[in-house]
């Protein structure tokens, strides 16, 4: 296999992430503190490794076949991560590498579970970089999901082909749709930061959040997360933004180019948007009934953690754990669901439960009319012949690993719950799981390193939607 | 749609039921007690039913169609759930009608979950009559895995499909055939009485059980089930007997044949036994590095309740409940594995998991190399085309009503642990749950009424599979 290609997009993605240490790097300097030196050597370090990578690869065929991109995504991911933890080892914080490598894949893979507490006295640098890992994790899962994952057919993503995304890819072309994908991301940040703003927090706190809404990641600069923040208007805002950073990316683009309906008649748009309307009654009638809370407050607590949950965000404004029974079942099941493919959002995603919604609604109409031809039907669309058995070996993996990593995380001695949503949380990136000790009030800290490896292995097989790493243990893939 | 065959099949199934009444009926009056009564009563009730649809239905067309066949095994599931019911519900025990119903539904399901305590005290009537329930449970559903179940094509059982179970059904032939498995099943039960007597139970005690273990029920004449009987004898009797009911029948008939290679040939048998033997080598582990037990007690505690619970039986010879982490875990997924199709076993099933493990694996081969062609095998043959979309929508159906079980239990006011384990175990007709209330030491009996008839229907949606419940229910199902 020709490795050139991988190593040279390898290379410049290192580069990015060194080029983004520069950030914390000038925060810390800005209030002097210490950590300014670990940033910068950090950055020397991962761009040497960028540099050299990208020079010594450069100038040949730009154009890369599936195997490639299998090794090429996987090698990425895993890099970044470990590339991004070195600061967070470095660092005064005095943490060990596994609790750095975690904390950094649990921040570029989004997911938004931690292993640091008392994060409100901690240095600037640290949470920038916490936040801005999110943020480039973020527009790195739409990237990755608008232009490699259909072309390698990953998980039924071969739905959202475009001329982008067919036979093999033009990286050049890539390129380009990446920087129009950057600009909004980056305008609905700019945007998110002045809302934050506008509405009472602090401009580090507004751009350190807004940096983890839009990203749907969730890290906060607070141990209590979104309890600390007074009023209404912070949780609406955030609210609003994690929903957005969970619509398919590719709808802004047809809005910005007129057809603003686009975002309206998209099926995927309206599950999602039911599924929280729906979800949403359920728990504010429950919270209604089972609390002391007026409608209001009822309403925005119910709201605000089914969207930071759905959309595996993680940020909490309560303890959902002491809600009792319902909401507990609730929030374990919506884990897995994520929001729209082709967001920065994870999970099983929406437009999975509309195929297997559709093909099984297909089989029991055949079971009805044996001869009858019935085809199922995704966005108006029939669905493609290969699609189905795609997604639904997709649901049949993300099944059979939530298995296997809650029976090892139980063997190494987390109870019931905590293993179960241990397990669901890391596989959905969404942060935060259910429980005592890692639930919304708890960190992952008390873990032992080995459930730590174990999780962060899972969140990089998540956020890969699980095939890539999978293909990669086949040894069909390393045949000649 | 033409109900005289459906009607009439309901009518011999009906009087059967009558007719095995008379059996509790025999033993109250033998050992004279008022409830030989009750049984009388409701086996007039019963055959008036029963005799009355026979003869006003007999005498026409006995082939079937596809509607009338998933209208018939709904009814006749349903009518002897309820007809069933009738002598617990008037006996002396003086339960309510939805208790009557859950222990009857639990019994013919071959579920084995319990509201009644105090077995060790109840009239032998009672202890016959839900231990002849499941084991007219075990032998139905064999039946219908065999000849049905295949011709309807409900969740990839068409993998089955025998000159008996191709095109409309004729009900003579499945008549005949019925009779040899009939013959087999009987015979094996014999054994086990036998085998159950030598190894030191008393008469009584080894026919319920006998008629519990080869159906996998698990309804026992103790409160603590297992525990009660000493002697690694019985428990290797029931283990031995727990996993016959657990191979595909046919392979029996096979091996009278004189194919007696036919049973280690079957693919589905190996999977079956392998997964039951790594399990057990896990557990085993476990409980030697765990416990105080040496290492025969471990291995046979271990290998008795995996046995118990991935063939859904539901026997207890411990409380495994109190194992620790890692065995709750494994019991929760274990639950939903289920063992062979075509046996007296309910949940998920391997050839499934079979199904499922080949579509996947030629779905990673086909990530490496988009053209090539690859095929899923079964059983050493490429598996029919319409069955993978089958299973998988089967596999779908089953984690979307068990979450939504679970939720609605947990609404009820159930904790995490007993909503889950309710939801897994009363799909998959399994018996005891998770946790203080419903697990292995404990009864349903705590349970609230809607919570009882909520796993009253799920238990008989996972007998049927799902799926002819849900074909009922579309709308396609009622027009002309």
Known sequence: MELRPVLYILGILLSVLALSMTIPMIADLYVGHEDWKVFFLCMVFTAFFGGALTLSNSGHNLRITHRQGFLMITLTWVALCFFSATPLWMSGLGISFTDAFFEATSGITTTGATVLTDLDNMPRGILLWRALLQWLGGIGIVLMAMSILPFLKVGGMQLFQT?????????????????????????????????????????????????????????????????????????????????????????????????????????????????????????????????????????LHALFNIVSVITGTGY?????????????????????????????????????????????????????????????????????????ISVMSFFFLFALIFALVAVILSMMGLDFMTSMSASATALSNVGPGLGEVIGPAGTFKPLSDGAKWILSVTMILGRLELFPLLVMLSPQFWRK
């Not at 036979?167 to 920087?179: D, G, Q, V």
């Not at 809302?195 to 009472?200: D, E, I, K, S, V």
Request: glycine letters at 10%; hydrophobic letters at 50%; proline letters at 4%.
């Open 316 to 388: 909490t404004n309560e303890d959902y754990g002491r809600w009792g029974g319902l909401p507990v079942s609730i929030f374990f099941f919506l884990m897995v669901v994520g929001a729209c493919a082709g967001s920065t959002t994870c999970g099983i995603k929406i437009f999975r439960f509309q195929v297997l919604y559709a093909v099984t609604d297909v089989q029991i109409k055949k079971l009805i009319f044996p001869n009858g031809v019935f085809i199922p039907h995704y966005n108006g669309r029939p669905i493609p012949e290969s699609v189905p």
């Open 163 to 299: 001329e982008l995304s067919e036979n093999e890819k033009a990286i050049p072309r890539t390129a380009k749709f990446a920087s129009s994908i950057g600009s909004i991301y980056l305008a609905l940040t700019i945007v998110n930061i002045v809302c934050y703003r506008l509405a009472g927090m602090e401009f580090f706190d507004a751009t350190a959040h807004a940096l983890s809404t839009i990203s749907t990641g969730g890290f906060s600069t607070r141990d209590s997360s979104f309890t600390q923040f007074e009023g209404a208007a912070i949780e609406i805002i955030a609210i609003t933004f994690m929903i957005l950073g969970g619509l398919p990316f590719i709808l802004y683009m047809k809005a910005l180019g007129g057809d603003w309906k686009a975002l309206f008649r998209d099926s995927q748009v309206r599950w999602f948007l039911s599924i929280v309307l729906i979800v949403t009654i359920i728990m504010t009638a429950y919270l209604l009934l089972s609390s002391h809370a007026g409608f209001g407050t009822s309403l």
